[in-house]
């Protein structure tokens, strides 16, 4: 049983690149959500989804974009990174409250 | 709206200590309350959880009672060992989105 798989676990970007961080899950959780962990800021949410085409923003959401196209699936997009978001990414999804979380991806932008 | 509070750390004791992390929260309604770990380099996963209050969730030797009396979740283990050095969240539910302390380092020595 796979759970929650992200991809890539590790990433170098340079200011301005793009890229997608990927997300799946296969245990059929209809919440999906993506947040950041930065030292002594713990989690913060970016954005959250309750089911396929439906997402909606977190508590920093800025520089991201999110689409849920299948229950399975749920990329983040950083559309120019910037050094602020060199960050521990996680994705998590939930069934009946209960969180369960990729293994994350660890993201520098230089 | 919600939030969690925990007692900064880092918590460091010696290996068979007796461990209390505090936790307290404000929210409205009946949240559920989690506890989660995080060992290095890897993603959080549940550690124990309770739904209503005067319920006690347990798990790995950790305790922690839901005192809604108190608002407080706090988490307790009566002999600690090396291999629970960790990163320890508190958490609560009360729609559907998570709210999360900023968690608690916890560092055991031989």
């Known amino acids: 049983n796979a759970g929650v798989t992200q991809t890539p676990k590790f990433q170098v970007l340079k200011t301005g690149q793009s890229m997608t961080l990927q997300c799946a899950q296969d245990?059929?959780?209809?919440?999906m959500s993506w947040y950041r962990q930065d030292p002594g800021m713990g989690l913060r949410l970016i954005h959250y989804s309750v089911g396929a085409g439906i997402t909606d923003q977190g508590e920093v959401p800025n520089g991201y974009n999110v689409s849920r196209s299948t229950t399975e699936d749920f990329p983040l997009r950083l559309l120019s990174a910037a050094p602020s978001q060199t960050s521990v990414y996680f994705c998590a999804s939930s069934y009946q409250g209960r969180l369960f979380f990729g293994s994350g991806t660890q993201l520098s932008v230089l | 709206g919600n939030s969690v509070t925990q007692m900064e750390g880092p918590v460091t004791l010696s290996e068979e200590a007796f461990l209390t992390i505090n936790c307290t929260y404000t929210?409205?309604?009946?949240?559920?309350l989690f506890w989660y770990v995080q060992y290095p380099g890897e993603g959080l996963q549940l550690l124990l959880k309770?739904?209503?209050?005067?319920d006690k969730g347990s798990n790995k030797g950790f305790e922690a009672t839901y005192r809604k009396e108190t608002t407080s979740f706090h988490l307790e283990k009566g002999s600690v060992q090396v291999s629970d050095s960790a990163v320890y969240f508190c958490a609560l539910i009360g729609s559907y989105i998570p709210t999360f302390g900023r968690g608690t380092s916890l560092i055991v020595h031989p």
């Open positions: 929210a409205t309604g009946y949240p559920s």
């Open positions: 245990m059929n959780h209809e919440y």
């Open positions: 309770a739904t209503k209050a005067d």
